[in-house]
C-alpha cells in the first residue's frame, strides 16, 4: 500500500544540485499518435478498420490482416496483470538514478498485451489494473497500470509523480493575483497542498477585493509583479527564480470588440504587452531558472502552466484582438515548450471556453466558473498533461476546429 508523502526535507546548500537525464525518448512517427492523445489525457491504440483488431506496439500495417487502414481509438484500459518484475540495474542514466523500477506484462480485455510500469500497488499476478497513457520527462508517452480499484494516496506513488506534476509540497508561482480567478487559483493550489504559493500583483497600492482573505492564508506570500515591466520580472526573478517549481501566468488584459468596432490600438497594445510580451518576460527571467532545478530532489523543478483561450485556436471577432493576442501566446508558447523539454519541464496550456467574469458578462452561459477552471490546472498538473480545454464550449469548439478549421472560422464570422 502506497503510504502518503511526507514533506522532504530541505536541500543542503553544499550539495551540487544534479542535472536532468531524460529517458529514452526516441520515438518511430506512427508512436508519436499515442504521445499525441497521452498529451490530453487518453490512452488510445491503433484499431484496424478493416477486421476491428487493436494492436500495440503502434505499426504500419495491422499484426492480424495487414491492412493499413489504421485509426486511433479511445480505449478503457482495463486488464489484468501478467507478470510483473523489479529493474535493479540500468545502462540508461535516467532509469540507474531512480532504481528500483518496477515493469510488468499487462493483458487488456480489449486483445493486446503491453509491457508497462508499474504503480507501487499493483502486485500480484491476475490482480485488476486500469491501464493510462502518461506523459514521461522527456514529453513522450509511456503506459503505466494503476489498481482498480483506486487505492487510498496512490497519488503519491514515487513512479506517478516523477510522471506528473503534482503540487503537493511544491512551491508556486501566480502571476496575477487581483482577479477572481487568479484568487481561485491560489486557493486551489492551498488546497492541493503546496508549500508556498507566491501572488503576483501589479498595483500593490490597491486595495482589491479578496486579498485580505489570501494574506490570511499561510502558504501565501503577495509580491509585486508587472509583468509589463522588465525590471519588476528581473527584479521578482532575482528573489525567487531559485526557488519556484512551478509558473502559472495566468496575467491577461481582455478587452471586447474587434478591428473596425475601436478606434486606435491602444487596446490591442495593451493586449499583446501583457498576452504576449507578459509570457515573453516571464519565460526569459523564470525559465532558465527552472531547467536548472529540473532534477533537484523530490520536489524538484516541474511545470510551466499558460492560461490561454480557446479564442486562440480560431479568431472570434466580438472579441477579435484579444484573439490576437492569445493566438500570438499560443505560438510562442510552443516555443517555449521545446525549450524546456530537454530540462524535462512540462508546459501546460489550457485553452478555457469564456470565463464568467467581466469581460463576459455579455455572453450567454454557458461559463466557466473561476474555482472549475483553477480545478482543472490542478488536475491537468496531477495527471501529466500538456493540453487542456476545460467547459463545454472549449470541447465543442475543439471538436469543430478539428473537424475543419476553414468552416469553423465562417460559422464564427457569421455569429455562429
Keep these: 500500500m502506497t503510504m ?18 531524460l529517458p529514452p525518448w526516441a520515438r518511430g512517427r506512427v508512436a508519436l499518435g499515442l504521445t499525441a492523445a497521452a498529451a490530453e489525457g487518453r ?45 535493479h540495474h540500468s545502462n540508461d542514466l535516467f532509469f540507474r538514478e531512480r532504481l528500483p523500477w518496477r515493469l510488468g506484462l499487462v493483458r487488456l480485455d480489449s ?3 503491453l509491457v508497462v510500469h508499474l504503480h507501487g500497488d499493483v502486485n500480484e499476478p491476475g490482480q485488476a489494473v486500469r491501464l493510462t497513457a502518461r506523459l514521461d520527462r522527456a514529453g513522450r508517452a509511456v503506459v503505466i497500470a494503476l489498481p482498480d480499484p483506486e487505492t487510498p494516496h496512490m497519488a503519491d506513488d514515487k513512479m506517478l509523480r516523477e510522471m506528473g506534476s503534482d503540487p503537493k509540497f511544491r512551491k508556486v508561482l501566480v502571476s496575477d493575483g487581483k482577479t477572481p480567478l487568479g484568487q481561485a ?17 501589479a498595483e500593490p497600492w490597491k486595495k482589491l477585493p479578496g486579498f485580505d482573505a489570501l494574506r490570511a492564508l499561510p502558504q501565501v506570500t503577495l509580491v509585486p509583479l508587472d509583468v509589463t515591466d522588465g525590471r519588476s520580472v528581473v527584479e521578482l526573478a532575482g528573489e525567487i527564480g531559485g526557488k519556484v517549481d512551478i509558473v502559472v501566468n495566468n496575467a491577461e488584459v481582455h478587452r471586447a470588440h474587434g478591428i473596425g468596432a475601436r478606434r486606435g490600438t491602444d487596446a490591442a497594445r495593451a493586449e499583446m504587452d501583457v498576452n504576449y510580451f507578459g509570457l515573453l518576460r ?21 511545470a510551466w502552466v499558460n492560461l490561454l483561450s480557446i479564442y486562440a485556436l480560431a479568431n472570434f471577432p466580438p472579441h477579435g484582438t484579444f484573439s490576437a493576442s492569445k493566438a500570438a501566446a499560443h505560438s510562442l508558447a510552443q516555443c517555449l515548450r521545446a525549450e524546456m523539454r530537454p530540462a524535462g519541464i512540462r508546459v501546460v496550456n489550457v485553452f478555457p471556453g469564456p470565463v464568467d467574469d467581466e469581460w463576459n458578462q455579455n455572453l450567454p452561459p454557458p461559463k466557466l466558473a473561476p474555482e472549475t477552471l483553477a480545478r482543472a490546472v490542478v488536475q491537468a498538473l496531477k495527471d501529466g498533461v500538456e493540453d487542456v480545454y476545460p467547459g463545454d464550449v472549449a470541447q465543442e469548439w475543439l471538436e469543430r476546429w478539428r473537424e475543419d478549421p476553414r468552416v469553423l472560422e465562417r460559422e464564427l464570422a457569421a455569429g455562429g
Design 4 to 21: 502518503p508523502l511526507m514533506r522532504p526535507p530541505r536541500k543542503n546548500p553544499v550539495l551540487r544540485t544534479p542535472q536532468m537525464n
Design 111 to 113: 486483445g493486446p498485451t
Design 185 to 201: 487559483l491560489v486557493r486551489a493550489f492551498v488546497a492541493a497542498g503546496a508549500d508556498i504559493v507566491w501572488v503576483g500583483h
Design 282 to 302: 516571464l519565460a526569459q527571467e523564470f525559465g532558465p531558472a527552472l531547467k536548472g532545478r529540473s532534477s533537484d530532489g523530490a520536489t524538484h523543478a516541474t
Design 43 to 87: 490512452l488510445e491504440l491503433q484499431v484496424c478498420q478493416d477486421c476491428g483488431a487493436v494492436q500495440y506496439p503502434p505499426r504500419e500495417a495491422c499484426h492480424a490482416c495487414v491492412s493499413a487502414r489504421l485509426r486511433w481509438r479511445v480505449q478503457s484500459g482495463a486488464g489484468r496483470l501478467l507478470a510483473a518484475t523489479t529493474l
